[in-house]
């Protein structure tokens, strides 16, 4: 996957491309360089996705706020959302191809979401967009309405 990755990014022009052989080699290198995206797969050895998205969000700024797009084999809901719930950025499904690795890699540089922290999450705001129809500033149930806006 690291050299499907590779070769496409490396077609559209990225020049300084940097491969890990496992998640905690990967952590490691985003702590002595400045990396620009990451993709990284569910399954790999030493350290999972999961756990290296958890590492990432947990270092200080700015290495804390780096795109994640995570390659996973896996796309159940359960899989995604606890990848979602630790705060990647992106995912992509396997088999990839060409267009959809640029498209995730689009999607993090033209469209970023803010970061929030929230208690027991840190990680881009999982809202995309506005809803048909949603009138005014509340977007949960749970928001306080007794709130008025000047």
């Not at 080699?25 to 990396?35: A, C, K, N, P, S």
């Not at 790999?44 to 084999?73: A, D, K, W, Y």
């Amino acid at each position: 996957m690291r050299t499907i990755v590779g070769s496409v990014l490396t077609a559209v022009g990225c020049r300084r491309l940097h491969y890990a052989p496992n998640g905690r080699h990967g952590v490691d290198t985003l702590r002595r360089r400045t990396i620009d995206v990451v993709y990284v797969d569910y399954e790999m050895p030493v350290m999972n996705g999961l756990e290296f998205i958890q590492s990432v969000r947990g270092l200080e700024e700015p290495v804390c706020l780096t795109p994640i797009i995570m390659l996973t084999g896996h796309s159940d809901l359960k899989r995604l959302t606890a990848a979602r719930d630790l705060g990647v950025n992106e995912f992509l499904s396997k088999p990839v191809t060409a267009s959809s690795i640029l498209r995730r890699l689009e999607a993090v540089i033209l469209r970023p979401r803010p970061f929030v922290r929230l208690d027991g999450y840190f990680g881009p705001d999982r809202r995309r967009g506005a809803r048909a129809g949603f009138r005014g500033p509340w977007r949960r149930v749970t928001d306080a309405h007794d709130v008025v806006e000047l």
